[in-house]
C-alpha cells in the first residue's frame, strides 16, 4: 500500500501501471485459452513470438538510440535538435538497452529451438523456457520498471513483449512440448544459477566501476542491485547488504521455479509409478 500512496500516474505501481497489469492478465488468458482450443501449430507459436520479439528488439532500438554531443551531454536521436556550436560527435546504443536481462534473451533460444536439429537441445531450451520465462515476464509486468508513460512507445512494447512472452511459455506445456521431471527442474535450476552468476561477471564488464554515478551500471539480471532505484521494495533490497540480497532473490527464485513445476513433477511421478 505504501508504494500504491507514494506512486504517480506513469510510475511503477501507479494507475497507468494498474491498467496495464488488467490488460495483460486479460491478453494471456484469452491467447491461452485461444491455443488451447484450436488447432494451431507450436511451430507457427513459435514464428508469432519471433515476430514479436524483431518488433520489440526494433522499437528499443529507436526509441533508446543516443547522441553523444561535443558539449559532453548525451540526448535520444528522436529528441535532438540541432544547436549552434554543437556537433554530433557520435551515435550509440546505451549498454543498459542491450538484450540481457533473462526477459530479452529468452527470444534467442525460441529462436535456436527453431533451428536446431538436436532435439536435445531442443527439449532442454524448451524446459527452461517455460518456467524462467513465466516468471520472469509475470515479475517484469508486475514490477514495471519501464514505467507507464502512455506516449512512450518503450511502455507497450515492454508490457506487450512480456505477455507475449508468457503466452509463449504456457503454450509450451498445453500443446505437450516437455515433460517435467525432477531431473530436468534441477537442470533449469542450474541453468538459472549460472547465468545469474554469469551476470555477475557481465555486469562488472560492462560497467564502469570506481564511479558513484549509477548510470554507469549495468543491472543484468537484476544480480547488483533491486530493479527499481528509487522506490523500497519489501525484500528486495539492500538494507542487509549485497550477500543478503544476493541470497535472498537466489531464493526467491529458486521457490518460484519449484512451485510452479511441482504439480507437473508430482503427475509425472504418478503416471509413471
Given amino acids: 500500500m505504501k508504494l500504491l500512496s507514494l506512486a504517480g500516474v506513469t510510475d ?3 494507475r497507468n501501471h494498474l491498467v496495464f497489469i488488467g490488460v495483460c492478465i486479460l491478453l494471456i488468458i484469452g491467447l491461452c485459452i485461444l491455443i488451447s482450443k484450436t ?8 514464428n508469432i513470438m519471433l515476430i514479436a520479439w524483431v518488433c520489440s528488439e526494433t522499437i528499443k532500438l529507436v526509441s533508446n538510440m543516443s547522441y553523444l554531443l561535443s558539449d559532453g551531454t548525451v540526448v535520444k536521436i528522436l529528441e535532438y535538435e540541432a544547436k549552434e556550436g554543437i556537433s554530433i560527435l557520435s551515435a550509440y546504443y546505451p549498454r543498459e538497452a542491450l538484450p540481457f536481462h533473462l526477459c530479452s534473451i529468452q527470444p ?16 532442454t531450451l524448451l524446459k527452461f523456457i517455460f ?4 516468471l520472469g515476464a509475470a515479475i517484469a509486468i508486475l514490477v514495471g520498471s519501464e514505467g507507464a508513460d502512455l506516449i512512450n512507445p518503450q511502455t507497450y512494447e515492454y508490457f506487450f513483449f512480456h505477455a507475449f512472452l508468457i503466452v509463449f511459455a504456457i503454450s509450451i506445456v498445453i ?8 531431473k ?12 545469474f552468476v554469469g551476470s555477475i561477471w557481465l555486469n562488472s564488464i560492462l560497467s564502469d566501476t570506481g564511479t558513484s554515478l549509477l548510470s554507469s551500471y549495468t543491472n543484468f539480471f537484476y544480480s547488483m542491485r533491486p530493479p527499481i532505484d528509487d522506490m523500497h521494495l519489501p525484500i528486495l533490497n539492500l538494507d542487509n547488504g549485497w550477500f543478503v540480497y544476493f541470497f535472498t532473490i537466489i531464493g526467491i527464485g529458486v521457490t518460484a521455479i519449484t512451485l510452479l513445476q511441482l504439480p507437473f513433477i508430482i503427475k509425472n511421478y504418478k503416471n509413471n509409478k
Fill in 12 to 14: 511503477p505501481f501507479g
Fill in 39 to 46: 488447432e494451431i501449430k507450436f511451430e507457427t507459436i513459435i
Fill in 108 to 123: 534467442l533460444f525460441i529462436l535456436t529451438v527453431k533451428l536446431t536439429k538436436n532435439e536435445k537441445i531442443k527439449d
Fill in 131 to 134: 518456467p524462467t520465462a513465466t
Fill in 175 to 182: 500443446k505437450k512440448q516437455i515433460t517435467i521431471t525432477l
Fill in 184 to 195: 530436468s527442474h534441477l537442470q533449469t535450476l542450474l541453468i538459472i544459477l549460472l547465468m
